[in-house]
């Protein structure tokens, strides 16, 4: 079956510009989760949605950045004003409300800022 | 702080030799804790999910165990195809953000 899938693969782009991240989540999977992978570092978490709940945005490390859910389909992570310090992999995961809080990642957007 | 330290940080084995990666905690209250695999250029593919002290789960050559303060993930005979890296995060019980906190991961290589 479909798995995560996230668009572009590879961004580069200028400081100060604006950038779009694509994700689309497993199909029935109401909860969807952005992570940012920094070279050396962990993954860290950004922003938390639940159906049609509030997102929990306490990961977000700037007012820069901002997502958006339609329904329980796609998000998009926006990054305005990018930074060389945004240059990361950002991973998007999606999890089903059967029972387990397993998720399930995509393969990741690598984003450089030039 | 809520914390999650893996170690070590790179491991380089023979094929065939059993090792043991670490992954410990420090959590006000554990409601699960994941490993995952991660290939280069790849996301985070889910190994295998802990709830309780005590718990253990196998896959292959892989088992996982949790105690109150720290996971392992046993390799037993491992292969060259078993080179990755591994990542174990945890999700809280209470408060904190709704997403995993994830170690910084252990890079494993086997050699043939």
């Known amino acids: 079956g479909a798995g995560v899938s996230q668009s572009p693969s590879n961004k580069v782009t200028e400081k100060g510009k604006d950038v779009e991240l694509r994700c689309d989540p497993i199909?029935?999977?109401?909860?969807l989760y952005w992570y940012r992978q920094r070279l050396g570092q962990g993954l860290e978490f950004l922003i938390y949605?639940?159906?049609?709940?509030?997102?929990?945005k306490s990961g977000l490390p700037s007012d820069r950045f901002s997502a958006e859910r339609t329904g329980e389909s796609v998000s998009t992570l926006t990054i305005q004003r990018t930074q060389q310090e945004d240059s990361a992999v950002y991973l998007c995961?999606?999890?089903?409300?059967?029972?387990?809080?397993?998720?399930?990642f995509g393969p990741g957007t690598r984003l450089t800022v030039l | 702080e809520d914390q999650v330290t893996q170690s070590p940080e790179a491991l380089r084995l023979q094929e065939g030799e059993s090792s043991s990666l670490n992954c410990s905690y420090t959590v006000s209250g554990l409601r699960g804790l994941f490993w995952y695999r991660q290939d280069p250029g790849k996301g985070p593919e889910f190994l295998f999910t802990l709830y309780s002290a005590g718990e253990e789960k196998e896959k292959e050559r892989l088992k996982a165990t949790l105690t109150k303060k720290e996971s392992f993930l046993h390799i037993t005979a491992p292969k060259p195809e078993d080179s990755a890296t591994y990542l174990c995060a945890v999700e809280f019980l209470l408060g904190g953000a709704d997403g995993l906190t994830f170690g910084k991961g252990t890079h494993l290589i086997i050699q043939p």
């Open positions: 995961a999606s999890s089903s409300p059967s029972g387990t809080d397993t998720q399930y």
């Open positions: 199909s029935g999977h109401t909860a």
């Open positions: 949605f639940q159906g049609n709940s509030a997102p929990d």
